[in-house]
């Protein structure tokens, strides 16, 4: 498999005409990727007037006190109540706050990762942001180990631990939950009613073990003002995936960007199969027409950036 490296030609390219498949014609031309430091600065400053990731990354303590109710953000009618747990964990200041860094990897979930060697690579960028507890240990080699940000959506209790119906799933969360060794554990927590149960299990776990974590439970506001940013842009998403969400914080501290595992399709450049996450079963009709997300549009927007210069994505090899 080759990088796809693109530099913003005339040539129409695979996302383009298809969302759902690339075919063996389709193949970008490979040509050297530079940074567009104009374009990221302004893109920087124009999501700047939607949501401020410094602010928005985390409610903080005090927004908020025990007993206070919110209405779930996707659930208007549904509500919950601040436990005293989510209010201990709640951060006293932004764990952005004044934060910048050089280069900034932000790590998907496709099986794109599987035998690409990027491991080394993401490690060596100054901040490793990463989706939904995704294991790392077996797969160092390809996804790299460094996390400084890791996102758990409270889905993932169930997907991948089996909502800790016994010791050993429970053990099992709590040894990648010690794994993470003070970085920061990214939790929307006021989402969906269905993860009531589920963040506060894993809030129990962490402040009874004391798990060297630093907890981030975005602001309501977060995922509107992100839709938001890209609608106006004309990038019709239905609700932003995780990963275009950590793109669009990332922005506001992060220099260069570099994304990996970005691949929605079921079938790489020379349409041999892709799995849709590198660690589990899970299979692709999660991004059907029901699923919430429009994963394939917002590949399309961050590759128009990737041809701009404003990011750089890695769908290949790493060298
Ligand atoms: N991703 C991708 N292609 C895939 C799988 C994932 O581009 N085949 C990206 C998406 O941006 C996704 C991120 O990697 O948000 C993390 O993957 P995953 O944990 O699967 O996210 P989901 O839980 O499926 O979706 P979300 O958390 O966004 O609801």
Redesign the pocket.
């Known amino acids: 498999r080759a990088e796809m490296v693109i530099n913003g030609s005339s040539s129409p390219t695979v996302a383009d005409r298809s969302n759902e498949s690339i075919k063996h014609h389709d193949r970008p031309v490979p040509s050297k990727w530079r940074h567009n430091q104009t374009l990221s600065l302004k893109i920087r400053k124009h999501i700047l007037k939607f949501l401020d990731a410094e602010k928005d990354i985390s409610v903080l303590k005090g927004t908020l006190k025990p007993g206070d109710i919110i209405h779930y953000v996707f659930d208007r009618d549904s509500t919950m109540n601040v436990s005293q747990n989510l209010y201990a964990l709640l951060p006293r200041t932004s764990p952005l706050k004044g934060k910048h860094f050089r280069t900034c990897a932000i790590v998907?979930?496709?099986?794109i990762l599987l035998n690409s060697s990027c491991g080394q690579e993401i490690d060596a960028h100054s901040f490793v942001i990463r989706?939904?507890l995704?294991p790392v240990q077996e797969y160092t080699r390809d996804v790299g180990s460094k996390t400084d940000l890791v996102t758990m959506?409270p889905s993932v209790i169930q997907r991948a631990f089996e909502d800790l119906v016994n010791d050993t799933w429970r053990e099992k969360l709590l040894q990648r939950l010690h794994s993470l060794n003070g970085s920061i554990l990214w939790i929307p927590a006021f989402m969906a009613k269905g993860g009531k149960e589920r963040v506060e299990w894993v809030n129990e776990l962490i402040l009874k073990h004391h798990i060297n974590v630093r907890t981030a439970y975005p602001s309501l506001r977060l995922l509107h003002a992100v839709r938001g940013y890209w609608l106006t842009n004309k990038v019709y998403i239905k609700r932003p995936?995780?990963?275009?969400l950590m793109y669009t914080l990332a922005t506001r501290f992060c220099n260069r960007i570099y994304l990996y595992?970005?691949?929605?399709f079921p079938r790489d450049q020379d349409q041999n199969p892709v799995k849709?996450?590198y660690y589990d079963s899970l299979k692709y009709g999660?991004t059907s027409q029901t699923s919430p997300?429009t994963?394939p549009l917002?590949?399309k927007a961050l590759k128009t950036l990737h041809q701009q210069g404003a990011l750089k994505l890695t769908v290949g090899q790493c060298e």
């Open positions: 998907g979930n496709s099986g989706c939904n995704a959506n995936t995780t990963g275009l595992g970005f691949w929605p849709y996450h999660y997300h994963m917002e590949f």
